[in-house]
T-cell receptor
Framework: KAGVTQTPRYLIKTRGQQVTLSCSPISGHRSVSWYQQTPGQGLQFLFE???????NKGNFPGRFSGRQFSNSRSEMNVSTLELGDSALYLC???????????FGEGSWLTVV | ELKVEQNPLFLSMQEGKNYTIYCNYSTTSDRLYWYRQDPGKSLESLFV?????AVKQEGRLMASLDTKARLSTLHITAAVHDLSATYFCAVDEYPGNTGKLIFGQGTTLQVKP
């Protein structure tokens, strides 16, 4: 069974640009959530989608947005990138009931 | 607001020794997760604890949950170098199914030969 797949794995962007990250959940999982990991702030929740609906959103500015498609694949977008957006962005998927939550390998974003 | 605190944050131990990592959380939750992260890697699921008194074991790791004390422990028995990693506990925001996990700061475990 394939795991959670995130693309791209590594990317470098310039301040002011925007970026889109993609996540394909495990087959059959309808819940997809996104987290940001930095050395200073640790792991922080960005948002969660279930059946194309955003169910919960973390405390991040509006520059961070996401969506989920009918096949459960999800994207997150960060506009007007800032240096502080440099982080590992992790996507997680879970089945209904959330008995286990599986994380992808992550997308390493560096903003220069 | 739900807060999750782990201690210690850093643990250096000799192979063959036992130790415990503690995870405290501040408000009611109905499930707790433990993850392992190796440097530069993603999070690997270790345990999911769903009820008070739950205990799960895998190899040299054993996790338990006391929902009344809002405390989970991850016990390491006879540590080996391969267990060197950062361990995170995470708690589901309550009531559950909000999709939001609150993570502890992580405990970096270094096992010396």
């Amino acid at each position: 069974k394939a795991g959670v797949t995130q693309t791209p794995r590594y990317l470098i962007k310039t301040r002011g640009q925007q970026v889109t990250l993609s996540c394909s959940p495990i087959s059959g999982h309808r819940s997809v959530s996104w987290y940001q990991q930095t050395p200073g702030q640790g792991l922080q929740f960005l948002f969660e989608y279930f059946s194309e609906t955003q169910r919960n959103k973390g405390n991040f500015p509006g520059r961070f947005s996401g969506r989920q498609f009918s096949n459960s694949r999800s994207e997150m977008n960060v506009s007007t990138l800032e240096l502080g957006d440099s982080a590992l962005y992790l996507c997680a998927s879970s089945p209904e009931g959330r008995n286990t939550i599986y994380f992808g390998e992550g997308s390493w974003l560096t903003v220069v | 607001e739900l807060k999750v605190e782990q201690n210690p944050l850093f643990l250096s131990m000799q192979e063959g020794k036992n130790y415990t990592i503690y995870c405290n959380y501040s408000t009611t939750s109905d499930r707790l997760y433990w993850y392992r992260q190796d440097p530069g890697k993603s999070l690997e699921s270790l345990f999911v604890l769903l009820s008070n008194g739950a205990v799960k074991q895998e190899g040299r790791l054993m996790a338990s949950l006391d929902t009344k004390a809002r405390l989970s422990t991850l016990h390491i028995t006879a540590a080996v170098h391969d267990l060197s990693a950062t361990y995170f506990c995470a708690v589901d925001e309550y009531p559950g199914n909000t999709g939001k996990l609150i993570f502890g700061q992580g405990t970096t475990l270094q096992v010396k030969p």
